[in-house]
Protein backbone atom coordinates (compact mmCIF):
# COMPACT_ATOMS: atom_id res chain seq x y z
CA UNK A 1 0.00 0.00 0.00
CA UNK A 2 1.07 3.65 -1.30
CA UNK A 3 0.46 6.01 1.60
CA UNK A 4 0.66 10.07 0.77
CA UNK A 5 1.92 12.25 3.26
CA UNK A 6 1.44 15.88 3.69
CA UNK A 7 2.78 17.21 6.60
CA UNK A 8 1.42 20.19 8.40
CA UNK A 9 3.01 23.77 8.47
CA UNK A 10 1.79 24.71 11.55
CA UNK A 11 3.17 21.76 14.40
CA UNK A 12 1.23 22.41 17.53
CA UNK A 13 3.09 22.93 20.85
CA UNK A 14 3.10 19.38 22.94
CA UNK A 15 1.64 19.32 26.13
CA UNK A 16 3.54 18.48 29.07
CA UNK A 17 4.23 15.03 29.89
CA UNK A 18 3.85 14.59 33.24
CA UNK A 19 0.56 16.33 33.41
CA UNK A 20 -1.40 14.17 30.55
CA UNK A 21 -5.57 14.08 30.81
CA UNK A 22 -6.32 10.71 28.64
CA UNK A 23 -7.63 11.83 25.58
CA UNK A 24 -7.24 15.62 25.39
CA UNK A 25 -4.87 16.06 23.27
CA UNK A 26 -4.22 15.12 19.81
CA UNK A 27 -1.11 14.74 17.75
CA UNK A 28 -0.26 17.01 14.73
CA UNK A 29 -1.40 13.86 11.82
CA UNK A 30 -4.49 11.67 11.15
CA UNK A 31 -4.47 9.01 8.90
CA UNK A 32 -7.28 8.64 6.54
CA UNK A 33 -8.64 5.78 3.73
CA UNK A 34 -11.71 5.49 1.87
CA UNK A 35 -14.11 2.56 0.73
CA UNK A 36 -16.33 2.56 -2.27
CA UNK A 37 -18.73 0.20 -3.32
CA UNK A 38 -16.94 -1.93 -6.10
CA UNK A 39 -13.98 0.27 -5.77
CA UNK A 40 -12.97 -1.07 -2.20
CA UNK A 41 -10.64 0.38 -0.35
CA UNK A 42 -8.96 2.98 -1.70
CA UNK A 43 -6.70 6.70 -1.50
CA UNK A 44 -4.63 6.03 1.87
CA UNK A 45 -3.23 9.14 3.05
CA UNK A 46 -2.01 10.68 6.12
CA UNK A 47 -2.43 14.69 6.01
CA UNK A 48 -2.77 17.17 9.24
CA UNK A 49 -5.18 16.83 11.53
CA UNK A 50 -7.96 18.51 11.70
CA UNK A 51 -12.30 18.94 11.47
CA UNK A 52 -13.54 16.37 8.76
CA UNK A 53 -16.45 18.08 6.66
CA UNK A 54 -19.54 15.83 6.43
CA UNK A 55 -23.23 16.30 5.32
CA UNK A 56 -25.27 16.71 8.21
CA UNK A 57 -27.15 13.49 6.60
CA UNK A 58 -24.79 10.91 6.92
CA UNK A 59 -25.31 7.63 8.09
CA UNK A 60 -23.31 7.42 11.37
CA UNK A 61 -24.67 10.60 12.90
CA UNK A 62 -28.29 8.67 12.36
CA UNK A 63 -27.60 5.00 12.81
CA UNK A 64 -24.45 4.67 14.54
CA UNK A 65 -22.88 2.23 11.98
CA UNK A 66 -19.10 2.53 12.98
CA UNK A 67 -16.43 0.61 14.92
CA UNK A 68 -13.16 1.26 16.84
CA UNK A 69 -10.03 -0.05 18.34
CA UNK A 70 -7.75 1.55 21.19
CA UNK A 71 -3.95 0.15 21.46
CA UNK A 72 -0.60 1.74 22.41
CA UNK A 73 2.95 3.05 20.94
CA UNK A 74 5.32 3.10 23.99
CA UNK A 75 9.15 4.22 23.67
CA UNK A 76 12.27 2.06 25.19
CA UNK A 77 14.74 3.20 27.02
CA UNK A 78 16.89 2.40 23.84
CA UNK A 79 14.71 4.97 22.12
CA UNK A 80 13.10 2.52 19.82
CA UNK A 81 9.31 2.76 19.16
CA UNK A 82 6.83 -0.35 19.46
CA UNK A 83 3.40 -1.07 19.19
CA UNK A 84 1.74 -4.13 22.17
CA UNK A 85 -0.25 -6.62 20.77
CA UNK A 86 -1.26 -4.87 17.99
CA UNK A 87 -2.02 -7.64 14.98
CA UNK A 88 -4.61 -8.94 17.90
CA UNK A 89 -6.22 -5.59 18.24
CA UNK A 90 -6.04 -5.50 13.97
CA UNK A 91 -7.93 -8.64 13.99
CA UNK A 92 -11.12 -7.80 16.75
CA UNK A 93 -11.69 -4.46 14.48
CA UNK A 94 -12.91 -6.99 11.48
CA UNK A 95 -14.52 -8.86 13.72
CA UNK A 96 -16.44 -6.07 14.86
CA UNK A 97 -17.03 -4.46 11.34
CA UNK A 98 -18.18 -8.26 10.01
CA UNK A 99 -21.06 -7.87 13.29
CA UNK A 100 -22.15 -4.18 11.68
CA UNK A 101 -22.00 -4.91 8.58
CA UNK A 102 -18.81 -2.61 7.22
CA UNK A 103 -16.01 -3.74 4.78
CA UNK A 104 -13.49 -5.57 6.30
CA UNK A 105 -9.79 -4.25 5.86
CA UNK A 106 -6.79 -5.42 4.96
CA UNK A 107 -4.92 -6.76 8.12
CA UNK A 108 -1.26 -5.51 6.92
CA UNK A 109 -2.43 -2.64 4.83
CA UNK A 110 -3.55 -1.41 8.84
CA UNK A 111 -0.60 -2.62 10.41
CA UNK A 112 1.63 -0.62 7.79
CA UNK A 113 -1.22 2.57 8.47
CA UNK A 114 -0.51 2.41 11.99
CA UNK A 115 3.61 2.15 11.85
CA UNK A 116 3.26 4.97 9.50
CA UNK A 117 1.24 7.53 11.73
CA UNK A 118 3.07 6.53 14.78
CA UNK A 119 6.33 6.66 12.46
CA UNK A 120 5.32 10.35 11.38
CA UNK A 121 4.49 11.45 14.83
CA UNK A 122 7.00 9.90 16.77
CA UNK A 123 7.92 12.56 18.76
CA UNK A 124 4.37 13.12 20.06
CA UNK A 125 5.05 9.92 22.34
CA UNK A 126 5.95 10.54 25.71
CA UNK A 127 8.58 8.78 27.84
CA UNK A 128 7.50 9.93 31.33
CA UNK A 129 6.75 6.89 33.74
CA UNK A 130 2.90 5.44 33.06
CA UNK A 131 2.90 7.22 29.82
CA UNK A 132 2.41 5.79 26.12
CA UNK A 133 0.63 6.63 22.59
CA UNK A 134 -2.57 6.20 22.57
CA UNK A 135 -3.67 4.82 18.62
CA UNK A 136 -7.31 5.18 18.12
CA UNK A 137 -8.14 3.29 14.39
CA UNK A 138 -11.80 3.58 13.49
CA UNK A 139 -14.03 3.70 10.64
CA UNK A 140 -17.56 5.43 9.94
CA UNK A 141 -20.11 5.11 7.45
CA UNK A 142 -20.35 8.14 5.37
CA UNK A 143 -23.37 7.84 2.74
CA UNK A 144 -25.26 11.63 2.85
CA UNK A 145 -28.58 9.26 3.38
CA UNK A 146 -31.85 9.00 6.19
CA UNK A 147 -32.63 5.36 6.26
CA UNK A 148 -32.00 2.27 7.92
CA UNK A 149 -29.49 0.30 5.76
CA UNK A 150 -25.82 -0.62 5.53
CA UNK A 151 -23.99 2.36 3.71
CA UNK A 152 -22.11 1.56 0.77
CA UNK A 153 -18.68 4.25 1.56
CA UNK A 154 -16.57 4.16 4.57
CA UNK A 155 -13.79 6.21 5.94
CA UNK A 156 -11.21 4.45 8.03
CA UNK A 157 -8.65 6.61 10.06
CA UNK A 158 -6.09 6.69 12.87
CA UNK A 159 -5.42 9.04 15.73
CA UNK A 160 -3.32 9.20 18.31
CA UNK A 161 -3.40 11.33 21.41
CA UNK A 162 -0.19 10.73 24.39
CA UNK A 163 -1.95 10.03 27.50
CA UNK A 164 -0.84 9.34 31.13
CA UNK A 165 -3.06 7.29 33.31
CA UNK A 166 -7.26 6.63 32.00
CA UNK A 167 -8.31 6.74 35.77
CA UNK A 168 -7.61 9.70 37.85
CA UNK A 169 -6.76 6.97 40.61
CA UNK A 170 -4.26 5.94 38.57
CA UNK A 171 -2.90 2.45 40.15
CA UNK A 172 -4.93 3.06 43.16
CA UNK A 173 -7.95 1.08 43.69
CA UNK A 174 -11.38 2.66 42.63
CA UNK A 175 -14.40 1.70 43.69
CA UNK A 176 -17.21 0.16 41.32
CA UNK A 177 -21.07 0.23 42.06
CA UNK A 178 -22.74 -3.33 40.39
CA UNK A 179 -25.67 -2.02 38.10
CA UNK A 180 -28.74 -3.97 38.33
CA UNK A 181 -31.21 -1.97 36.71
CA UNK A 182 -29.64 -0.75 33.17
CA UNK A 183 -28.70 -3.32 30.55
CA UNK A 184 -25.58 -2.74 28.40
CA UNK A 185 -25.65 -5.87 25.62
CA UNK A 186 -27.45 -9.27 25.46
CA UNK A 187 -27.45 -12.79 23.53
CA UNK A 188 -27.34 -11.85 20.19
CA UNK A 189 -26.58 -8.10 19.98
CA UNK A 190 -23.63 -6.33 19.80
CA UNK A 191 -21.98 -6.45 23.33
CA UNK A 192 -18.95 -8.58 21.61
CA UNK A 193 -17.93 -5.87 19.08
CA UNK A 194 -16.12 -2.47 19.87
CA UNK A 195 -18.89 -0.64 18.76
CA UNK A 196 -20.00 3.15 19.71
CA UNK A 197 -23.71 1.96 20.32
CA UNK A 198 -22.51 -0.14 23.12
CA UNK A 199 -21.01 2.66 25.20
CA UNK A 200 -24.38 4.88 24.50
CA UNK A 201 -26.06 2.22 26.02
CA UNK A 202 -23.66 2.11 29.12
CA UNK A 203 -23.77 6.26 29.77
CA UNK A 204 -26.51 6.61 32.12
CA UNK A 205 -25.85 3.76 34.60
CA UNK A 206 -21.95 5.08 34.56
CA UNK A 207 -23.59 8.90 35.29
CA UNK A 208 -25.58 7.78 37.73
CA UNK A 209 -22.75 5.81 39.45
CA UNK A 210 -20.69 8.83 39.43
CA UNK A 211 -23.35 10.79 41.31
CA UNK A 212 -22.92 8.04 43.69
CA UNK A 213 -19.67 8.42 44.29
CA UNK A 214 -18.10 5.58 42.14
CA UNK A 215 -15.99 5.27 39.24
CA UNK A 216 -17.80 2.71 37.02
CA UNK A 217 -20.26 0.13 37.04
CA UNK A 218 -19.82 -3.20 36.82
CA UNK A 219 -22.22 -5.15 34.80
CA UNK A 220 -24.93 -7.82 34.59
CA UNK A 221 -26.06 -10.08 32.79
CA UNK A 222 -29.49 -8.13 30.35
CA UNK A 223 -31.61 -11.17 31.32
CA UNK A 224 -31.48 -12.57 35.01
CA UNK A 225 -29.60 -9.67 36.09
CA UNK A 226 -27.30 -12.00 38.39
CA UNK A 227 -24.09 -12.79 36.51
CA UNK A 228 -21.31 -10.95 36.61
CA UNK A 229 -19.87 -9.87 33.10
CA UNK A 230 -17.63 -6.71 32.87
CA UNK A 231 -16.58 -3.25 34.07
CA UNK A 232 -17.84 -0.49 31.88
CA UNK A 233 -15.13 0.00 30.25
CA UNK A 234 -12.90 -3.37 30.90
CA UNK A 235 -13.20 -6.92 31.74
CA UNK A 236 -13.34 -7.92 35.97
CA UNK A 237 -11.25 -10.48 37.74
CA UNK A 238 -11.86 -11.88 40.84
CA UNK A 239 -9.16 -13.81 43.21
CA UNK A 240 -11.34 -16.41 45.44
CA UNK A 241 -8.89 -18.20 47.85
CA UNK A 242 -6.09 -19.16 45.34
CA UNK A 243 -8.03 -19.29 41.92
CA UNK A 244 -8.48 -16.28 39.76
CA UNK A 245 -12.41 -16.27 38.20
CA UNK A 246 -13.61 -14.17 35.32
CA UNK A 247 -16.71 -14.58 33.21
CA UNK A 248 -16.56 -16.29 29.94
CA UNK A 249 -16.79 -15.07 26.47
CA UNK A 250 -20.35 -15.93 25.35
CA UNK A 251 -21.30 -13.19 22.74
CA UNK A 252 -22.09 -10.40 25.42
CA UNK A 253 -18.48 -8.90 26.49
CA UNK A 254 -15.30 -7.95 24.88
CA UNK A 255 -12.63 -9.99 24.23
CA UNK A 256 -10.46 -7.81 25.83
CA UNK A 257 -6.64 -8.02 24.78
CA UNK A 258 -5.55 -6.98 28.01
CA UNK A 259 -8.24 -9.44 29.37
CA UNK A 260 -5.82 -12.15 27.29
CA UNK A 261 -2.68 -11.03 28.15
CA UNK A 262 -3.85 -11.56 31.94
CA UNK A 263 -5.08 -14.81 31.06
CA UNK A 264 -1.83 -16.33 29.42
CA UNK A 265 0.37 -14.53 32.38
CA UNK A 266 -1.75 -16.15 34.90
CA UNK A 267 -1.49 -19.60 33.47
CA UNK A 268 2.17 -18.92 32.75
CA UNK A 269 2.23 -18.49 36.39
CA UNK A 270 0.79 -21.98 37.30
CA UNK A 271 -2.48 -20.26 38.78
CA UNK A 272 -5.42 -21.78 38.26
CA UNK A 273 -8.24 -19.73 36.35
CA UNK A 274 -12.22 -20.23 36.22
CA UNK A 275 -13.71 -18.68 32.81
CA UNK A 276 -17.55 -19.76 34.08
CA UNK A 277 -20.43 -17.61 35.33
CA UNK A 278 -20.88 -16.59 38.68
CA UNK A 279 -23.36 -14.41 40.01
CA UNK A 280 -22.97 -11.38 41.90
CA UNK A 281 -24.27 -13.27 45.04
CA UNK A 282 -21.61 -15.51 44.47
CA UNK A 283 -19.15 -12.71 45.17
CA UNK A 284 -20.86 -11.50 48.14
CA UNK A 285 -20.52 -14.66 49.94
CA UNK A 286 -17.06 -14.94 48.45
CA UNK A 287 -16.39 -11.73 50.75
CA UNK A 288 -18.53 -12.39 53.53
CA UNK A 289 -16.63 -15.80 53.83
CA UNK A 290 -13.43 -13.93 53.92
CA UNK A 291 -12.41 -15.87 50.27
CA UNK A 292 -12.45 -13.07 47.96
CA UNK A 293 -9.11 -11.97 47.90
CA UNK A 294 -8.60 -9.46 45.23
CA UNK A 295 -10.18 -8.10 42.28
CA UNK A 296 -9.27 -6.16 39.57
CA UNK A 297 -10.37 -4.76 35.61
CA UNK A 298 -8.35 -5.31 32.66
CA UNK A 299 -8.11 -3.00 29.50
CA UNK A 300 -5.81 -1.12 27.32
CA UNK A 301 -6.44 2.05 28.49
CA UNK A 302 -5.59 1.68 32.14
CA UNK A 303 -4.16 -1.42 31.80
CA UNK A 304 -4.88 -2.96 35.34
CA UNK A 305 -7.19 -1.33 37.25
CA UNK A 306 -7.06 -2.73 40.98
CA UNK A 307 -10.85 -2.24 42.76
CA UNK A 308 -10.90 -1.13 46.12
CA UNK A 309 -14.88 -1.88 46.95
CA UNK A 310 -18.05 -2.57 44.91
CA UNK A 311 -21.14 -0.91 45.79
CA UNK A 312 -24.19 -3.25 46.37
CA UNK A 313 -27.71 -2.90 47.84
CA UNK A 314 -26.48 -0.34 50.11
CA UNK A 315 -23.27 -1.36 50.81
CA UNK A 316 -19.65 -1.59 49.98
CA UNK A 317 -17.81 -5.17 49.92
CA UNK A 318 -14.09 -3.36 50.90
CA UNK A 319 -11.49 -5.78 48.76
CA UNK A 320 -8.00 -6.49 50.55
CA UNK A 321 -8.83 -3.08 52.77
CA UNK A 322 -8.94 -1.00 49.63
CA UNK A 323 -5.32 -1.73 48.56
CA UNK A 324 -3.78 -2.99 45.40
CA UNK A 325 -3.51 -6.90 45.38
CA UNK A 326 -0.46 -9.15 44.42
CA UNK A 327 -1.53 -10.42 41.82
CA UNK A 328 -3.00 -6.67 39.96
CA UNK A 329 0.60 -5.28 40.92
CA UNK A 330 2.47 -8.27 39.04
CA UNK A 331 0.37 -8.17 36.21
CA UNK A 332 0.64 -4.41 35.61
CA UNK A 333 4.26 -4.33 36.49
CA UNK A 334 4.69 -7.68 34.00
CA UNK A 335 2.70 -6.24 31.42
CA UNK A 336 4.29 -2.75 31.68
CA UNK A 337 7.78 -3.85 31.87
CA UNK A 338 6.96 -5.98 28.14
CA UNK A 339 5.46 -2.92 26.74
CA UNK A 340 8.12 -0.69 27.31
CA UNK A 341 11.11 -3.30 26.59
CA UNK A 342 12.35 -3.34 30.18
CA UNK A 343 10.89 -7.56 29.84
CA UNK A 344 11.41 -9.95 27.37
CA UNK A 345 8.47 -10.58 24.92
CA UNK A 346 8.24 -13.94 25.43
CA UNK A 347 4.68 -14.23 23.96
CA UNK A 348 5.87 -12.33 20.94
CA UNK A 349 3.08 -9.35 21.54
CA UNK A 350 6.05 -6.64 20.62
CA UNK A 351 5.58 -5.22 17.30
CA UNK A 352 8.64 -2.92 16.73
CA UNK A 353 7.61 0.34 14.48
CA UNK A 354 11.14 0.52 12.21
Excluded at 232 to 255: C, Q, R, W
Amino acid sequence: MEISIKKTMTPKVKPDERSLVFGHEFTDHMFIMDYAEGKGWHDPRIVPYGPLSLDPSTMVLHYAQETFEGLKAYKTAKGDVQLFRAKDNIARLNQSNERVCIPTLCEEDVMQAIKTIVKVDEDWIPEAQGTSLYIRPFVIATDPFIGVKTSSTFKFMIILSPVGAYYKEGLNPTRIYVEEHYVRAVSGGTGQAKTGGNYAASLKAQVEAAQKGYSQVLWLDGIERKYVEEVGTSNAFFKVDEKIYTAPLEGTILSGITRDTSLKLLKSWGIDVIEERFTIQQVYDWHTQGRLKEAFATGTAAVISPIGAFGWKGEDLIINNNEIGQISQKLYDTITQIQIGQLEDSFNWITVVN
